[in-house]
């Protein structure tokens, strides 16, 4: 026979209580999900968000000048741990950032006690460095002028110039404040059709040119990332905010590099002036494309 006894209700308080807990852990996990859900969007390459309040300048005053509306929390934090995975930043140097910026926020725009919010931040930096989350910079119209440009053709080998040519165009897209930008083996290759090896080639020829500084090179930070390179236009002649009334204006959605390169000699040289500057074999591509020019 079995007897049933009556549980003390001090057994009932706890069981009760780790449900209610149960439930809002539940409930904050649902929360957070949902909110990836509602700001992720696929996308290749560097460019993740065309949200506005994901742009460079934004998050930096942000974190400069901290919360200044109550509930947004959450999705500050998140833009901080995107910009910070997009700087190049490792999870641990991240979190620790994402921490200590918290801990200067003025109590009036935010309530969520710190175990909450530390939990929060954890989860937020194991989804950025998982999905490999960045950032999109202000994407806008570029120019390229005859100096530019000359100093883009002064190289002998095709793939070489394309390279430059690559590299200069995506860094006045994206490069932050000190001139420093990151680019993906994979972006140069979409950008300009030329190989892994071709580009690790020409990279150290314009390094060693003076044309370009390497500031951290392609390396495997864990399991989920290897961190692109980072690169500056050493050249002293680009010049990323410079204006010329012979100058070839490079639109923020052309992603066929190849085609605007011949474009853009086309527009800033006659003919004589490129017979003279390449070599035989590339005027004569080059030459053909004249005979199109209105």
């Known amino acids: ?27 904050n996990i649902d929360y957070f999900n949902d909110e990836i859900k509602n700001k992720s969007k696929p996308a290749n390459s560097q460019n993740l968000y065309i949200d506005e309040e994901y742009t460079i300048g934004y998050i930096e005053n942000l974190i400069e000048n901290g ?30 950032l ?15 006690p710190e175990r909450e919010y530390l939990r929060d931040i954890k989860n937020i930096i194991k989804f950025v460095y998982e999905n490999n989350r960045g950032i999109k910079g202000e994407v806008r119209d570029i120019s390229i002028n005859r100096d530019e440009m000359m100093e883009i053709i002064k190289h002998k080998e ?8 690559a590299l200069i165009i995506h860094a006045k897209r994206y490069a932050i404040n000190n001139g420093e930008f990151y680019m993906t083996y994979e972006q140069i290759s979409e950008s300009v059709k030329i190989s892994d090896k071709t580009i690790t080639k020409y990279l150290q020829e314009l390094v060693d040119d003076g044309d370009l500084i390497i500031t951290r090179r392609n390396f495997h930070c864990s399991k989920y990332m290897n961190l692109p390179n980072k690169y500056i236009i050493s050249n002293s002649r680009i010049n990323t905010n410079n204006k010329s009334e012979q100058e070839y204006i490079i639109k923020n959605n052309v992603i066929n590099l190849n085609e605007e390169y011949n474009n ?21 591509e080059i030459n ?7």
């Open 1 to 27: 026979m079995y007897k049933i006894n009556q549980l003390p209700r001090e057994f009932l308080d706890v069981v009760f209580d780790k449900a209610k807990q149960s439930r809002r852990e539940r409930r």
């Open 67 to 96: 919360l200044t509306i109550l509930g947004s929390r959450h999705h500050s934090l998140m833009k901080i741990a995107r910009y910070y995975n997009h700087l190049g930043y490792e999870k641990e140097e991240n979190e620790k």
């Open 98 to 112: 994402l921490i200590e910026w918290m801990s200067k926020q003025s109590r009036d725009f935010y309530k969520t």
């Open 158 to 165: 095709k793939p070489k110039k394309l390279l430059f040519y």
């Open 264 to 284: 853009c000699i086309i527009s800033l040289f006659n003919k004589l002036e490129v017979k003279d500057m390449l070599p035989t074999r590339q005027y004569r």
């Open 288 to 294: 053909k494309l004249y005979k199109n020019v209105v």
